[in-house]
């Protein structure tokens, strides 16, 4: 007996359809391995419609009101916190994650945002007038940038949806969205709960894949291209939108250094880096997955990290016991064991290091020791439940291992000593410090990174700014 598959369709212009050629491409639940819906692989026909429809949204929704933008967002972020058991089921669904954790750690943070830049969209404001010169008064307007293009990855795809339509439509623009191609069921779902929100065009999804959103890039109509992914796809991104000079918000890989010294709280930091490095399988571009000890400490964090990465449980959606689900697919899971098995000789797995059951893409929680700076798995990002330990001599050989990598997403610092960690806060060339902690977002503050990891924010009043762009008017005080 063969069980029917889903069919999720694209929203264009207020309306659920199927890709203009009747393309589709099988979404797969990683927690089994097998197909449960299809989803539109769309082409350029439908990019072009999209654009279109959010093209011709784009006047009528920038002449709003802040107040209207704010009412809009508050009502969808009312809608999503209502039908919160289906966004969470879709989006287990999606990515095997835990129910329980994903309806906990991600919804209510996901509403939160929305909140956030529903208050931000009244605060759309330019500097106060002034005369500059004598007898001419200047303006400063911000006003939104245009249509958006926008293509959220598959780690943590409702949440990265949030990040890329919240701040978009706050500012006043317009929004076309595509959600990874594995990971397309939850964004659908968002689209048919805004769908009696927003007028008809401000918000729309294309599916398909890596061609899909280069046509959208590409697209002669966004006036901004945003995308949250890899170094590679970012690099791709770049280079496509600058053949007409489009704006550019990249979000890419991390590589995050977490340094403990000799005083710090031994117990408090491996736990709370235990969960850092393991949630969402270590699908974080901020996870904490490069640990960097000092030597007096060493031997003593390791076994604790290994006895936490042991006691760590990965396995099904519905288990309250789990922290983290399956790798998101068959590729990510070639990646990291890929990873594990080119080690050089020098370097000790010393929990972990395998995959789980037979069924499913699930990798073990896995540390790894003995490892140097040059290191393959301490150079590139694993994007897995993988756990890396350095050890270093003293505060600047500390620094000099924590930056020493293309990555600048996240770095956390772990010490009792105030001096040393505001030094290290100081000199750290990554885009957030966390001192005594690892990972905690809040809308207020601004998350982005520096090198490699991209440029642009998310979040926050500056990730707001993003999504606008600045006009100076001067006028005549004799006529």
Known sequence: MTTELRRLRNYIGGEFKDAADGRTTEVVNPVTGEAYATAPLSGQADVDAAMAAAAAAFPGWRDTTPAERQKALLKIADAFEARADELVAAESENTGKPLGLTASEELPPMVDQIRFFAGAARLLEGRSAGEYMEGLTSIVRREPVGVCAQVAPWNYPMMMAVWKFAPAIAAGNTVVLKPSDTTPASTVLMAEIIDSVLPKGVFNVVCGDRETGKAMVEHSTPAMASITGSVRAGMQVAESASKDVKRVH??????????????????????????????????????????????????????????????????????????????????????????????????????????????????????????????????????????????????????????????????????????????????????????????????????????????????????????????????????
């Not at 003593?300 to 042991?310: G, N, Q």
């Not at 330990?389 to 505060?395: A, I, L, R």
């Not at 902690?437 to 809040?442: Q, Y």
């Open 250 to 479: 990249l979000e890419l890989g991390g590589k995050a250094p977490v340094v403990v010294f000799e005083d710090a709280d031994l117990a408090k930091a491996v736990e709370d880096i235990a969960v850092a490095g393991y949630f969402n399988a270590g699908q974080d571009c901020t996870a904490a997955t490069r640990v960097l000890v000092h030597e007096s400490i060493h031997d003593e964090f390791v076994a604790a990290l290994a006895k936490a990465a042991s006691d760590t449980k990965t396995g099904q959606p519905d288990d309250e016991d789990v922290l983290y689900g399956p790798l998101n697919n068959p590729n990510q899971l070639k990646q990291v064991a890929g990873f594990i098995e080119r080690l050089p000789a020098h370097a000790k797995v010393e929990a972990g290091g395998h995959q789980v059951g037979e069924k499913g893409y699930f990798y073990a929680p896995t540390v790894v020791s003995g490892l140097k700076q040059d290191d393959e798995i301490i150079q590139n990002e694993v994007f897995g439940p993988v756990i890396t330990v350095q050890s270093f001599t003293d505060e600047s050989q500390a620094l000099e291992y924590a930056n020493g990598v293309e990555f600048a997403l996240a770095s956390s610092v772990w010490t009792k000593n105030h001096g040393r960690a505001m030094r290290m806060s100081k000199n750290l060339d990554f885009g957030c410090v966390w001192i005594n902690t690892h990972i905690p977002l809040v809308a207020e503050m601004p998350h982005g990174g520096f090198k490699k990891s991209g440029y642009g924010k998310d979040l926050s009043a500056y990730g707001f700014e993003d999504y606008t762009r600045i006009k100076h008017v001067m006028t005549s005080l004799d006529g």
